[in-house]
């Protein structure tokens, strides 16, 4: 009687170092992205601004024909995607975090995380000290520098980061999916509204997104490990 089969060899355990190769790798092509739009945004690039130029006052033309619409944008900017909202899910995020699963570690990585973002977006803004579109009759008004867009790079990183523990916790196949898409809806959406509004430039939104998307995967690369 011949003798059953052996049992396959079980895989080995994935490399400590795996995931945060992944991340690294993850982030070379927002880091780049940010590097090069940064760099023809602070030269003052001409078909960049030339670009921008045509985007903002198309989107301007259309911002001042419909009232109604531009209303419901600063709703959207100001209250739903604004930063302070952005921080505020981040924060409860954290909490939700010790309290289910006491995971402390990973509550102050999303909390400094966040709170790293802001200080390379203001340092930024006062590094390349890009003005913003200025309108004889505008829908809207923002202070400090226009590059890059804060509103964008916020939403980048506070969507990026709870998507990655959405996925890192288990949750279920409906839940990743509806995250995914409120995140995607959210990043995209504020950068438009932005522009919509006339208070940034085109290569600002964009400028925020490669920018939160390179802390993603920076953060996600130094996250630890033992949390």
Not at 132 to 159: E, I, K, L, Q
Not at 197 to 224: E, F, N, Q, Y
Request: one cysteine or more; proline letters at 7%; aromatic letters at 8%.
């Amino acid at each position: 009687m011949d003798a059953p089969p052996a049992a396959p060899p079980a895989a080995p355990p994935p490399h400590r170092g795996e995931g945060r190769r992944t991340a690294l790798g993850a982030g070379i092509a927002p880091f780049l992205g940010a590097g090069m739009l940064t760099s023809l945004v602070a030269l003052g690039w001409r078909p960049l601004i030339e670009t921008d130029t045509r985007v903002a006052r198309t989107t301007h033309r259309w911002a001042t024909d419909d009232p109604g619409l531009t209303h419901a944008v600063r709703i959207l900017t100001d209250w739903v995607w604004d930063p302070w909202t952005m921080r505020l899910a981040a924060t409860l995020a954290a909490v939700w975090l010790v309290w289910r699963y006491a995971a402390w570690l990973t509550a102050v990585w999303l909390v400094v995380t966040c709170d790293l973002a802001i200080l390379a977006e203001q340092g930024l803004k006062a590094a390349v000290g890009r003005p913003r579109p200025t309108w004889p009759d505008p829908v809207d008004s923002a202070r400090y520098a226009a590059f890059p867009s804060g509103h964008a790079m916020t939403a980048t990183v506070v969507c990026g980061l709870l998507l990655w523990l959405v996925h890192r916790y288990g949750a279920g196949r409906r839940v990743r999916r509806t995250a995914f898409a409120v995140a995607a809806v959210s990043v995209v959406g504020v950068g438009a509204t932005r522009v919509w509004l006339g208070v940034h430039w085109l290569s600002d939104v964009v400028g925020g997104w490669l920018l939160g998307a390179l802390v993603v995967a920076l953060a996600v690369a130094v996250h630890p490990r033992r949390a």
